[in-house]
């Protein structure tokens, strides 16, 4: 009896263990997310035994434990959240756990100092230490297919009743009165039921991207789908909010650019802290540090936590943003890294969290935020595969022809998880919605506008043209037309006609383009044009960057020629990064200011008309500039290498042509973006003149001063219009621009810039062609400045002042008389 006894104990305890081991084994997977807001939480730690083993959450807050792992408990912990522990007897029979965790209030601005070496700095100097090792972007090559998705919706937690004093007496207020009590906000609950149900917009795209160390880049987006729209241009952007790494010395969050907590010296700049560890299950220890500017500190910082895992002491995961939110956009970004082959650590995931503080929605008397999620899920990552680099160019981001067409093919294959019934929802609403308020031709109204133009069934109205200003023609009201590619593609045919209210003169032209090739920009031009032309002035082959203040310049200009223009021009792109314009142009020219042109030296007839006859080249080259490409046209990314513009001219005498001489003018300029200075501009500008001309085609200072006019950039801000001329001259313009690096409060931020200008210049021709005397700059005209850039901010434009002090040879005799006062306007676009 007692042997049945011991077989069954034996048994029952065998059959017990055997369960329990298998249920230990099993593997558990769940879901955590904010116990307020219910949103996922990215790389939460969980540990699950004794050995302080355990797995951490993916971009979606979910996480896996795997089958062999010997579940105890777990212990799951968060920065900025409370501790929080489940033990085993809750877990029994469940394979899926959702958790939810509680904030807690911390101010990480407190922070205590203690004596000695801050443990947690050695392992960010070795996470140093082994940058470029662990950087993806220093590997041989690499290829990857993701899965892009983002959201819009608002935020409805902004309708909530804030803790605060006001709130709390709103509170005690409305329990007093009786007929308020418990009554529920309708305005709340209704904004809650729609964004319940659905987004407010939802993109999808899947890329393709390849890469060859250093700089050879192409992503091409093979699908797309878009609610509300047929045009694919938007989902192109799902890549470019944040960079790609985290292992550059500067780190770009839509757009602005901040020092990287692991680059060299950040120890001095940041303050870290290590707020838990954990191990995996390889044995591998990781260190969760939390980062932030020092108090004190003065420069463009993240915060956030890292989590090092010392395999490599390379990042696993990361959850940045702003330690300062500013502009219309506040984001945080999330990157998970997986060890791919068990050869390099690798980004698999990638989180962007936008807030638009300027775009809002209405519920009743209160107003959410609109806000943006977006993820990507890397996938089909190979290290080290044979690239041939004959497939890059100068493209870095294109979209295939039907990527918008047959998308969903390519989106259900990729997608990591299927849509919801929320996601669903919204394509079929805002699909909807987009048809009847025709939402493909808003946006194609935007391309359009980021062209130039306004399109007008089948012509383009250029809206530069539309209305101008400068001192000479006051304000100048016209209208360009061309055909646009609903005429056709490969030709177009347009015209201007204008009128300006200072010089009373009309203005008019036309011209007949072929393109003969769209991918290598080669076309072909035939114009006429009577016209005004700066006198004395010079342009090259750049595109106005309404980023730079350089082209205010335009609106200061008082003295100008009439021109009567036929020109004939080929244009084409070369060698990836040359730009090339090779014209021949007869120019029958009428002088409007003081300077007359005598016929000889021995006689005194002096001429205000004359006729040119020029063969030029204009060239820019921008060694590795990078391009978009939408399905409208390219843009570009611009280029981290200096870029040279030349243009040389010979006068010829055909055509009517009077005049024999060589022009050759060239400029080379460069943007400088440093850790701590912020970004230097520089530019040097120089020409030289072979031969004697009228005075219209020599040089003039490159002037922009007014008493108070707008601040222009690549210009001498002291220097008084048409003060000089010359025949060769050179000319280094140079700005640092701090940002908020040297002076800042919580709620005024101007942005300091410190301005140099030198130029040179020398007049060796006869000048006894002239009715007045020439003056130059030859001994070095000299001037500094200082602007407060966004002293007032409205939506995208800063509005600020400056000044600038002239000096040197050629400053005036009276003090007040060398100060240049400026507005400045900056466009954030």
Not at 82 to 87: A, D, N, T, V
Not at 447 to 469: H, M, N
Not at 564 to 582: C, G, H, P, T, V
Request: net charge positive; glycine share 6%.
């Amino acid at each position: 009896m007692k042997s049945e006894i011991y077989i069954g104990l034996k048994l029952f305890f065998f059959i017990s263990g055997f369960l329990i081991s298998s249920f230990i084994s099993a593997q558990i997977s769940g879901e955590i997310s904010d116990e307020e807001t219910k949103e996922p939480l990215a790389f939460v730690n969980i540990v699950y035994n004794e050995k302080s083993h355990g797995v951490t959450t993916n971009i979606d807050g979910k996480f896996i434990i795997p089958t062999n792992a010997k579940v105890q408990f777990l212990k799951i912990s968060y920065v900025g959240y409370e501790l929080k522990e489940i033990p085993f007897e809750k877990l029994s029979g469940k394979k899926t756990v959702f958790i939810t965790l509680k904030k807690k209030t911390i101010d990480l601005n407190e922070v205590t100092v203690l004596p000695g070496e801050n443990p947690a700095h050695r392992i960010i100097k070795k996470v140093i230490e082994n940058r470029d090792k662990n950087n993806p972007e220093k590997m041989t090559s690499f290829s990857y297919t993701s899965y892009n998705k983002m959201i819009f919706t608002f935020n409805i937690d902004d309708l909530k009743p804030r803790d605060t004093i006001g709130s709390l007496l709103d509170s005690v207020k409305a329990s007093k009165d009786t007929t308020r009590k418990n009554k529920p906000d309708s305005s709340y609950i209704r904004a809650k039921k729609f964004l319940d149900s659905q987004h407010i917009m939802i993109t999808e795209s899947v890329s393709e991207r390849k890469f060859i160390f250093p700089d050879k880049n192409s992503e091409k987006v093979l699908a797309t789908r878009i609610s509300g729209l047929q045009n694919p241009s938007f989902a192109m952007l799902a890549t470019q909010m944040q960079s790609f790494s985290f292992y550059n010395e500067l780190i770009t969050l839509y757009e602005k650019v901040y020092l990287n907590p692991i680059s060299k010296g950040s120890p001095k700049k940041y303050f870290f802290q290590i707020e838990d560890t954990t191990f995996s299950e390889k044995g591998d220890t990781v260190f969760v540090i939390s980062f932030r500017p020092y108090k004190g500190k003065n420069f463009q910082g993240l915060k956030g936590i890292l989590n090092i895992n010392t395999n490599g002491y390379a990042i696993e995961s990361v959850k940045a943003e702003p330690y300062e939110l500013s502009g219309m956009v506040d984001i945080r970004v999330q990157q998970k890294y997986e060890f791919i082959d068990g050869k390099q650590w690798f980004p698999v995931q990638l989180n962007t969290d936008l807030t638009f503080t300027n775009i809002a929605g209405q519920a009743g008397k209160k107003t959410m935020k609109m806000i943006g999620i977006g993820k990507s899920y890397l996938q089909d990552i190979s290290l080290n595969p044979e690239l041939n680099k004959k497939e890059f160019n100068s493209v870095e981001l294109s979209m295939e022809t039907e990527a918008a067409a047959k998308g969903e093919e390519i989106l259900k294959k990729y997608r990591v998880d299927s849509l919801t019934a929320k996601d669903r929802k919204t394509y079929h609403v805002i699909d909807s919605i987009g048809k009847k308020e025709k939402l493909d031709l808003k946006v194609k109204l935007m391309e359009s506008f980021a062209r130039g133009a306004i399109p007008w069934g089948f012509v383009d109205i250029d809206f530069t043209k539309l209305l101008q200003y400068n001192e000479y023609e006051g304000f100048r009201i016209g209208l360009g037309l061309s055909t646009n590619e609903k005429v056709t593609k490969w030709a177009s045919l347009g015209g201007f006609y204008a009128a300006s209210s200072a010089d009373k003169a009309m203005k008019y032209g036309g011209h007949l383009q072929f393109n003969l090739s769209k991918d290598n920009e080669v076309a072909l031009k035939a114009s006429y044009s009577q016209d005004v032309l700066e006198s004395d002035g010079y342009r090259f082959a750049e595109d106005v960057n309404l980023r730079q203040s350089d082209f205010y310049r335009d609106f200061l200009v008082a003295e100008m020629d009439s021109v009567e223009k036929m020109d004939a021009q080929f244009s084409f792109r070369a060698f990836q990064y040359l730009k090339a314009y090779f014209s021949l142009s007869r120019n029958y020219l009428n002088v409007t200011n003081h300077f007359r042109y005598g016929v000889s030296e021995t006689r005194a007839d002096l001429l205000d008309n004359f006729v040119f006859t020029e063969a030029s080249v204009k060239i820019k080259y921008a060694y590795n500039e990078k391009f978009i490409k939408f399905p409208y046209g390219k843009f570009s990314l611009g280029t981290n290498y200096p870029v040279l513009w030349l243009n040389f001219t010979q006068g010829l005498n055909l055509l009517d042509g009077k005049h024999e001489y060589s022009k050759i003018e060239a400029k080379v300029g460069k943007m400088f973006l440093t850790k701590t200075f912020g970004k230097t501009f520089c530019s040097l500008a120089g020409g030289y003149l072979f031969g004697n001309v009228p005075y219209t085609a020599y040089y003039n200072g490159r002037a922009s001063y007014n008493k108070f006019s707008l601040e222009a950039f690549n210009s001498f801000a002291t220097m008084r219009m048409n003060e000089f001329i010359s025949d060769r001259f050179i000319s280094f313009f140079f700005k640092q621009d701090f940002g908020t690096l040297l002076f800042k409060t919580k709620k005024f931020k101007p942005e300091i810039a410190f301005v140099h200008n030198i130029g040179f210049a020398d007049f060796k021709s006869s000048n006894s062609y002239f009715d007045k005397p020439v003056q130059t700059y030859k001994k070095g005209y000299y001037e500094a400045g200082i602007l407060f850039n966004k002293l007032l901010k409205q939506m995208f434009i800063g509005y600020g002042a400056g000044i600038f002090y002239r000096y040197g040879p050629y400053s005036f005799s009276k003090p007040e008389d060398n100060f240049a006062f400026k507005i400045s306007v900056t466009l954030d676009m």
